[in-house]
């Protein structure tokens, strides 16, 4: 059985790691090993957008690299689907694997569901409700393109029921540890997809990385920051950083619900472009420096009084770590963390979160990787 996975922003390879090494251990176990090949669209192409988590996070070397780049959706989206299509054609595997939202996703789809190759979506079913957004697009048609969608959470796999998916395993309630095909009674083709809720390697990899982080990282003395007296900022959306205006609204809400703290503002390339081409001035308060690698930036959140960001990454990371969390959006996929009081929208932030409610455990319980791989193993060693 031979797997093909295609990342190529900054969330996929943090999202990728875990699964990595599940089928590892996975194969640690077999006679006839999964065989796993890696390929990099090459979407984000920086040292800290992208070999810093290769390094920290030890994810092999990518057997394939695409070398795409920047560029409009479209040009993106079209080069990554013909180079990804060669791969594909040339490995022959027997299913493809796309994580999230971003171009990347959408790209290596459409490439295995055209050839057609089985395509699993993971982090399958989650809605903005936001057309606008290049990820809302992605998101929805990648899921209609996939055979085996993988849910984070319950409420993803309501809104794919809501859009007509009927296979959907256990009512969309967490699977067990260990589920097989034949454990959970069920059956998928290219025609029937199947969704199943195997729970969030966001939680997965930061479970195994926080201890690491916090002994490895010197981001506090680096930057010369106290533990819960400042607040991270991090801005990256088109619809944040596209619009000129918008961004220096957006920082100035940053700057005014710090309420007189540091802001450590980890840079996304596009909106430092912004910012300096625009002449958008920050005042002292704001320290301004390069994207984090990932036990920099875990670190970081945990030790802010408080995160604002416009990343679904760390609004779940926030929630997780117990910082209270404004997200500098009009919506939110992650829904959960709204309710469960520890995250708000900036419309609504008063000042202060209402952390009243009973913490909740919606996103699976941090073994999202050893479900989806022993899933997979079963899916399509009873095909071969
Ligand atoms: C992409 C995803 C977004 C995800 C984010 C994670 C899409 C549509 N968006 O957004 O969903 O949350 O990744 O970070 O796929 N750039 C560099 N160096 C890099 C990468 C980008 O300078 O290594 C600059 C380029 O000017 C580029 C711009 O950033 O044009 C935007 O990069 P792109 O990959 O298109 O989108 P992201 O904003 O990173």
Request: glycine share 6%.
């Amino acid at each position: 059985m031979k797997l093909l996975q295609i990342v190529g922003a900054r969330p996929q390879f943090v999202k990728y790691s875990p699964v990595s090494r599940a089928l590892k251990a996975l194969n640690a176990t077999l006679s006839e090993p999964v065989q796993n090949v890696l390929v990099h669209s090459g979407q984000h192409y920086d040292y800290n957008m992208s070999k810093v988590f290769f390094d920290e996070l030890q994810i092999e070397e990518p057997a394939h690299h695409l070398s795409v780049g920047s560029g409009s959706h479209g040009a993106q989206t079209a080069a990554v689907l013909q180079k990804a299509e060669e791969v594909i054609k040339f490995e022959k595997p027997d299913a493809v694997i796309v994580y999230g939202d971003t171009n990347t996703t959408l790209a290596g789809a459409l490439a295995a569901a055209k050839i057609p190759v089985p395509l699993v979506h993971i982090e399958a079913g989650l809605r903005s409700f936001n057309r606008a957004m290049p990820e809302e697009i992605n998101r929805i048609a990648a899921d209609r393109a996939s055979t085996i969608l993988l849910c984070p959470s319950t409420t993803a796999t309501k809104h794919l029921a809501h859009e007509g998916f009927e296979n959907i395993v256990l009512s969309g309630t967490l699977v067990p540890l260990g589920s097989t095909l034949a454990s959970l009674n069920a059956s998928f083709s290219i025609n029937v997809p199947i969704v199943l809720n195997v729970g969030d390697l966001m939680y997965d990899v930061l479970l195994y990385s926080i201890a690491i982080a916090e002994k490895r990282s010197d981001v506090l003395s680096r930057l010369k920051l106290q533990s819960n007296e400042y607040t991270l900022l991090t801005l990256h959306r088109a619809e944040n950083t596209d619009a000129p205006d918008r961004l220096a609204s957006m920082l100035a809400f940053a700057g005014k619900a710090s309420s007189g703290r540091p802001v450590l503002f980890p840079v996304h390339p596009r909106t430092r472009k912004t910012i300096e081409s625009q002449g958008i001035k920050l005042d002292g308060r704001f320290l301004v420096v390069e994207p984090l690698g990932y036990y920099d930036l875990l670190v970081a959140l945990k030790h802010s009084a408080m995160a604002l960001t416009d990343s679904g990454g760390l609004q779940k990371e926030a929630f997780w770590l117990e910082t209270p969390c404004v997200t500098l959006r009009e919506e939110t996929e992650w829904t959960e963390t709204v309710e469960s009081g520890w995250n708000t929208l900036y419309r609504r932030y008063s000042g202060t979160h209402d952390l009243t409610s009973p913490r909740v455990t919606p996103y699976g319980d941090g073994k999202a990787a050893e479900r989806i791989v022993s899933f997979l193993q079963s899916a399509f060693s009873s095909r071969s």
